[in-house]
């Protein structure tokens, strides 16, 4: 008689370096509400009380986006958080913005952690051989599990050079079906979990495309899924951001097949209990910047946030700053999905390196009025084309000193209807002054006589917030769906 056999699958994503408690957006009918949530210690505690209730059952996986985001993260370029992650205990990881500080430094900081960084889409330029493994083989519950690790495949594609320096990455989407087979036939696993960090609306594409998958894991997009999601055969689940919350999902198993499974969406708040052993390690990493994070350089009437597609209070408070240090109104950054919200009082150090940690220099450029609407269309199709497969990043570019009107379900280069700057209509060869943060605000095939200021991202937000707090932050419907 065969054995129903249980298990536990327990899921970080899109961390961003939140390694401790942080204000939270939550909704409530019309209402945004902000509590306190997240935290590496508290996480800890959870995956340390759910494995003693099952010992040789769970399975803990990061997504990645894990060592980049905040202060912390940036400063030590992830190395500061190698023993947290440790005592974590993750069995596999994937990535993304891990590769921020370089290949190469990627491969030497996952060399240190105890468990494997998985990827079967990221291959060295010189050999074309794979950069990370591609899977994982792990037993759990009596149970051989196969785990594969897709990274994301835009790092090459959308993100600064340095990203990508001596490697390429592919979808994954052509590999997979070949991995599952040599899982199955070779390694004789019982269920396939994939690790992916290529978006929930791929990922649900490529469950529909590739048979065989039992669980996959989604990262990138930063969806609190409160429900998995059953596409194809294959269960889907993504778990929110900024360490706000774990996803749990458990596992009944008989002969080799799921015959049944719960879900959860774990807020991580106040009532669990964290590690202490962990939150000593946080405490002695905290303590030599304490001061200087907690420094007080402005306030905010209203409360900000980066959680919304089009448009956010957080970056109009960037932009704004920008054009403040610049003197150009126009201004661009990019629709960066992470960084923790501000709660109406004060702003602290800690607030400007969260809203933009990589602090890069403030550039002007000249731009063309077609260049602008080609930029734009562009970056609108990365955020909505109908091809999942090629959706490129995060939300849409961030802008001030314009106002443009589109139709989301227009299709490539069809989608501006009007479009304006200072209250103007652009005009295709007129020379335009823009500032703007990294390449991608404005990528480097647009505008001419690029150069910087000489002043840093959060150099500008210090000077703006010294000078106008307390703030009011709004909306001002530059980017509108009609």
């Known amino acids: 008689m065969s054995q129903v056999k249980r298990f536990t699958i327990l899921q970080m994503n899109d961390s961003h370096g939140y390694i401790e408690p942080h204000p939270e957006l939550y909704w409530q009918g019309d209402q945004e509400l902000f509590k306190t949530a997240g935290g590496y210690a508290r996480i800890t505690g959870l995956f340390k009380q759910i494995r003693e209730e099952n010992p040789d059952g769970v399975v803990a996986l990061d997504n990645g986006d894990t060592i980049h985001g905040t202060f912390p993260a940036v400063n030590s370029k992830g190395n500061s958080l190698i023993p947290i992650l440790n005592k974590m205990a993750f069995d596999a990881m994937t990535a993304h913005w891990e590769f921020a500080y370089g290949p190469d430094h990627f491969k030497e900081f996952s060399s240190k952690l105890i468990y494997p960084m998985l990827a079967i889409n990221c291959y060295e330029k010189a050999s074309n051989k794979l950069v990370f493994p591609p899977y994982r083989v792990i037993e759990r519950s009596g149970l051989r599990l196969g785990i594969v690790g897709i990274a994301s495949n835009i790092i090459d594609k959308t993100m600064p050079e340095h990203f990508s320096k001596g490697i390429y990455f592919s979808l994954g989407n052509q590999e997979l079906p070949g991995y599952i087979n040599e899982l199955r036939e070779h390694e004789k696993v019982d269920l396939i979990i994939v690790l992916s960090h290529l978006g929930y609306p791929h990922d649900l594409k490529l469950a529909q495309e590739v048979k065989g998958i039992d669980i996959l894991l989604s990262g990138h997009t930063h969806n609190r899924l409160y429900h998995a999601v059953m596409s194809n055969g294959t269960i889907i689940m993504q778990s929110g951001c900024h360490a706000s919350f774990i996803g749990r999902i458990d596992l009944q198993v008989e002969d080799g097949k799921i015959i049944d499974f719960k879900h959860e969406l774990i807020d991580i708040d106040e009532t669990i209990k964290a590690d202490e052993e962990v939150e000593l390690i946080i405490d002695d990493l905290m303590r030599p910047h304490r001061e200087m994070l907690t420094t007080v350089v402005g306030s905010t009437k209203t409360a900000l946030n980066r959680y919304r597609v089009l448009e956010t209070t957080i970056d109009n408070l960037l932009l704004q700053s920008m054009a403040y240090a610049s003197g150009i109104n126009l201004a661009f950054s990019n629709g960066w999905r992470y960084g923790a919200p501000i709660s109406p009082g004060t702003i602290t150090m800690n607030d400007l390196w969260n809203i933009i940690p990589t602090n890069p220099p403030i550039s002007t450029c000249e731009i063309t009025g077609s260049e602008l609407w080609e930029m734009m269309e562009d970056n609108l199709e990365k955020v909505f084309s109908c091809d999942p497969y090629q959706q490129m990043g995060g939300y849409v570019k961030r802008c001030l000193g314009l106002n443009l009107y589109f139709k989301i379900e227009n299709p490539a280069g069809k989608r501006i209807q009007e479009f304006y700057i200072d209250n103007e209509k652009v005009y295709p060869e007129k ?28 150099e500008a937000l210090k000077l703006y917030l010294a000078k106008h707090s307390p703030v009011t932050i709004e909306l001002m419907n530059t980017i509108v769906p009609i």
């Open 431 to 458: 020379v335009y002054n823009a500032c703007f943060v990294t390449s991608q605000g404005i990528p480097e095939r647009y505008g001419k006589k690029r150069k910087s200021i000489g002043v840093t991202a959060i």
